[in-house]
């Protein structure tokens, strides 16, 4: 089935720094990534869906200047999260459209901790 | 707009004994998709069973069934046989149909299996 690799797992950064999270396609091609944060315990919130090509769409409430969002090529969308806070550690997790008869494709996530 | 609810927060189940979590959703579309997703200790995202809406058939995979009511938007997801591995975060998500895919997630059921 399709994969989806997303690097980090685990970062912990300074507040004021910014932190990139990437999430590759590794054997299909991925027009679309859609980017979840995860509470602890609670469930997934779609922050934004890159599109390849072109701007990423960003749901209500979700800054865009903060979290910055690209999708450089057919395999590849990025995360980036600028001047962090603590309040932005959370658990963030890229999602690819299906590409076959299962089911959306879920990078393992990353766990950003900002101190 | 898509809902979903998950009105068990938690659920305990004795292993080999069978356990149903409920879920019910809401929405406008009339092509849309229905998953079961599992969340365990790692915090991949593992598809666990996938209705399409327009199938009145009710899917199955190995030990886990589904109870599909369109018309109630009833969507429980069955476990029979439990084993100690099913132990994990539950989620039922509503995909819309066409280019859009958005998911939309319930909170979640906390499931526990004793041995």
């Given at each position: 089935?399709a994969?989806v690799?997303?690097?980090?797992?685990?970062?912990?950064?300074?507040?004021?720094?910014?932190?990139?999270?990437e999430c590759r396609s590794?054997?299909f091609q991925a027009t679309t990534m859609f980017w979840?944060?995860?509470?602890?315990?609670?469930?997934?919130?779609?922050?934004a869906t890159s599109n390849e090509g072109s701007k990423a769409t960003?749901?209500?409430?979700?800054?865009?200047?903060?979290?910055l969002i690209n999708h450089a090529s057919l395999t590849l969308s990025t995360l980036?999260?600028?001047?962090?806070?603590?309040?932005?550690?959370?658990?963030?997790?890229c999602s690819a459209p299906?590409t076959?008869?299962?089911?959306?494709t879920?990078?393992?996530?990353?766990?950003?901790?900002?101190? | 707009?898509?809902?979903?609810?998950?009105?068990?927060?938690?659920?305990?189940?004795?292993?080999?004994?069978?356990?149903?979590?409920?879920?019910?959703?809401?929405?406008?579309?009339?092509?849309?998709?229905?998953?079961?997703?599992?969340?365990?200790?790692?915090?991949?995202?593992?598809?666990?069973?996938?209705?399409?809406?327009?199938?009145?058939?009710?899917?199955?995979?190995?030990?886990?069934?589904?109870?599909?009511?369109?018309?109630?938007?009833?969507?429980?997801?069955?476990?029979?046989?439990?084993?100690?591995?099913?132990?994990?975060?539950?989620?039922?998500?509503?995909?819309?149909?066409?280019s859009?895919y958005?998911?939309?997630?319930?909170?979640?059921?906390?499931?526990?299996?004793?041995?």
């Amino acid at each position: 089935g399709a994969v989806v690799s997303q690097h980090p797992s685990r970062v912990i950064c300074k507040s004021g720094t910014s932190v990139k999270i990437e999430c590759r396609s590794l054997d299909f091609q991925a027009t679309t990534m859609f980017w979840y944060r995860q509470f602890p315990k609670k469930s997934l919130m779609l922050m934004a869906t890159s599109n390849e090509g072109s701007k990423a769409t960003y749901e209500q409430g979700v800054e865009k200047d903060k979290f910055l969002i690209n999708h450089a090529s057919l395999t590849l969308s990025t995360l980036t999260v600028t001047s962090a806070h603590p309040e932005d550690s959370s658990f963030y997790i890229c999602s690819a459209p299906p590409t076959d008869l299962y089911g959306y494709t879920f990078g393992s996530g990353t766990r950003l901790t900002v101190v | 707009a898509q809902t979903v609810t998950q009105s068990q927060p938690e659920m305990s189940v004795q292993e080999a004994e069978t356990v149903t979590l409920s879920c019910t959703y809401d929405t406008s579309e009339s092509d849309y998709y229905l998953f079961w997703y599992k969340q365990p200790p790692s915090r991949q995202m593992i598809l666990v069973i996938r209705q399409e809406a327009y199938k009145q058939q009710n899917a199955t995979e190995n030990r886990f069934s589904v109870n599909f009511q369109k018309a109630a938007k009833s969507f429980s997801l069955k476990i029979s046989d439990s084993q100690l591995g099913d132990a994990a975060m539950y989620f039922c998500v509503v995909s819309s149909g066409g280019s859009n895919y958005k998911l939309t997630f319930g909170k979640g059921t906390l499931l526990t299996v004793n041995p």
